[in-house]
């Protein structure tokens, strides 16, 4: 299943059934599981460990050093999870020494173009859209999408159930189950779309949907509103995800409703 025009190093640990298409260049300290799709013209350097039935597509460049003037050489890592998919041209970079890996969940979906930077963490079930760029140390939870030719600063934190627009430039963290729209983004609702294909109940989703009314709706500052969550509505585990993802947020979380004007 390797083509002769591929060129593998003898080190690299290939799994069964694993296809390596010509003129792709698989480095000594790899991983393919077994299953996996490795197309043409794929570059694979040390550090990579790609999981089971994965696909990779042309021009692809997995586990290439930082770009990162800190980086010292450090021996670090980039993980795929099973079954992910990378298109065209996706570049992702391993680790330093900071987290020591970059690591991309099961079942994602990263398109054409993106680029997935250093030490940054993607659950199960992400879509990257054609395009975008995630700056180092980002954290996206599962089930998020993100729409085409956005961007992440570094350190950005995004909860699970995300629905970023296209072109929305994320400065700010994003808690979950929530859309984020406009320029300066802003909060556009929750995803109630996403969460009913994912098997949420209208009840849940209202329960969601409450906790956002005491953020954004209520002319409370952050504070205020979480005091009052906590207060009157009854701890679940939704509740308790947002309130501790908006604890936790450095960089501070994004704004409420807005057109981009002052």
């Known amino acids: 299943?390797?083509?002769?025009?591929?060129?593998?190093?003898k080190r690299a640990k290939i799994g069964k059934n694993v296809t390596i298409e010509p003129f792709s260049m698989i480095s000594g300290d790899v991983v393919i599981e077994e299953g996996t799709y490795i197309g043409p013209n794929v570059t694979?350097?040390?550090?990579?460990?790609?999981?089971?039935?994965?696909?990779?597509?042309p021009g692809t460049v997995i586990s290439a050093i930082p770009q990162d003037l800190k980086f010292d050489g450090e021996d670090t890592r980039v993980i795929i999870g099973d079954h992910s998919t990378i298109r065209e041209c996706v570049t992702i970079n391993r680790g330093t020494k900071a987290l020591g890996y970059t690591k991309l969940g099961k079942n994602c979906l990263i398109m054409a173009t993106s680029?997935?930077?250093h030490d940054c963490v993607l659950g199960d079930h992400v879509i990257i859209v054609n395009g975008c760029g995630i700056a180092g140390h980002a954290e996206i939870g599962d089930y998020t999408v993100m729409g085409g030719l956005s961007a992440v600063h570094q350190f950005g934190k995004i909860g699970k159930h995300v629905m970023i627009s296209g072109g929305t430039l994320v400065r700010k963290d994003i808690p979950p189950y929530v859309k984020v729209a406009r320029e300066p983004m802003c909060y556009a609702g929750i995803n109630s779309v996403g969460?009913?294909?994912?098997?949420?109940?209208?009840?849940?989703?209202?329960?969601?949907?409450?906790?956002?009314?005491?953020?954004?709706?209520?002319k409370l500052n952050v504070s205020q509103a979480l005091e009052l969550i906590e207060k009157e509505m009854l701890p679940t585990l939704e509740r308790d995800e947002i309130l501790e993802f908006i604890k936790n947020s450095p960089r501070g979380i994004v704004r409420g409703y807005g057109t981009g004007k002052d």
Not at 1 to 8: E, K, R, S, T
């Open 1 to 9: 299943m390797i083509h002769q025009l591929a060129v593998v190093d």
């Open 44 to 57: 694979v350097m040390d550090g990579a460990r790609i999981g089971k039935n994965c696909r990779i597509f």
């Open 115 to 117: 680029h997935i930077a």
């Open 195 to 218: 969460l009913r294909r994912r098997g949420f109940t209208n009840e849940k989703i209202f329960e969601i949907q409450k906790v956002y009314r005491y953020l954004f709706q209520m």
